[in-house]
C-alpha cells in the first residue's frame, strides 16, 4: 500500500526535478513526486506530495527530513491525510481523522449568511480583526468627542 508524505514550506520558485533531487537518495522507495502549483502563474503553491511503497519507508522519510533547509527554507514533512471520498459517513469509522473542510463558492456563503443568520450574528466582527476595529472604534470615538 503507498503512503503519501506531505512537504510544505517549499520555496515558491522551486521546480518539481528539484525536489526529485532532495529526495533522490531514496529514489528506489519512491513511487512519485507531485509538486502543486498555481493554476494562473506555474509557480509552486509552497507544498508538494512524495509518494512512498510502504508505510516505514515514509516514517523514515519523515524522520531524516523533518528538519531539512531548502533555499532558506526549513521543510515541514509529515504524513498526509487520507483524501475524502465522497460524503462524510456519520456513525462510520469511529477513529478516522476528520478531513479539512471545502471552500463554498462565495455565492453560497452569502445565501447562507443571508438565511441562516439573525441580525445579532451578523453584527460580530470577524474575530481575526476584532481587536484592530475596537481600537478604531476607541480612536473614533475620541475624536468626536475631541471637536
Not at 516505514?56 to 522519510?61: L, R, S, T, V
Not at 475524502?84 to 455565492?107: L, Q, V
Amino acid at each position: 500500500m503507498s503512503v503519501r508524505v506531505y512537504v510544505g514550506n517549499l520555496p515558491k520558485d522551486i521546480e518539481r526535478e528539484q525536489l526529485e533531487a532532495v529526495f533522490s537518495e531514496h529514489s528506489e522507495e519512491i513511487i512519485s513526486v507531485k509538486l502543486v502549483t498555481d493554476r494562473k502563474t506555474g509557480k509552486c503553491r509552497g507544498f508538494g506530495f512524495v509518494t512512498l511503497k510502504t508505510d516505514e519507508q515514509a516514517d523514515a522519510i519523515v524522520e531524516k527530513f523533518s528538519n531539512f533547509v531548502m533555499q532558506e527554507n526549513t521543510l515541514k514533512i509529515e504524513k498526509a491525510l487520507p483524501r475524502a471520498k465522497g460524503k462524510e459517513e456519520d456513525g462510520e469509522g469511529g477513529n478516522a481523522a476528520p478531513s479539512p473542510a471545502r471552500r463554498k463558492s462565495p455565492k453560497a456563503n452569502r445565501d447562507n449568511a443571508s438565511s441562516n443568520s439573525s441580525s445579532a450574528e451578523a453584527a460580530k466582527p470577524d474575530p481575526r480583526w476584532a481587536d484592530e476595529l475596537e481600537k478604531l472604534k476607541q480612536l473614533l470615538a475620541t475624536q468626536t468627542t475631541g471637536s
